[in-house]
């Protein structure tokens, strides 16, 4: 067994390689439903994946853990984050525990503020998803972003 240190944790090359590409919202979405399984259903979470050039996802953090309707979507945080795993590409996404995937005008917001900010550090955001209870969002597909 491998270990690489991609942030203040070791993750394991093995259960990476499991997670494979992420070229479309719903291989992303299957992605982060299986992260935010492990973690509190009755918080807000925020996620970054980091990926290589080809879309093969190389890592993952929980950047923010939030209150049962909020969570801190700060772009400097979810960046900051990215760089440190050696991100090339990334995907943010966060729960809604109320089981509503519509974003709000505070998701779209702070979507497009990272998806600038990315922009000018050359990691490029392909998508923001909201995952809800049985449903999710796409903000890319939508137009959002």
Known sequence: MKFRLR???????????DYGQA???????????SILATLDADREH????TLNAKHRVTGFKVSHTGSGDR?????????????ALG?????????????????????VESARRLKRAGDIVGIPLLDGLVIGHDTAVSMTERGLI
């Open 87 to 107: 991100a090339a590409r990334i995907i943010f996404a966060h729960n809604h525990p109320s089981g509503d995937p519509t974003p709000s005008s505070e998701d």
């Open 7 to 17: 942030t203040v944790t070791f993750v394991r090359e093995e259960h990476l390689s």
């Open 71 to 83: 969570a801190l979507m700060a772009p400097e945080t979810i960046l900051r984050d990215a760089l």
């Open 23 to 33: 070229r479309d919202p719903e291989r992303a979405i299957e992605i982060c439903r």
């Open 46 to 49: 925020v996620i970054v994946l």
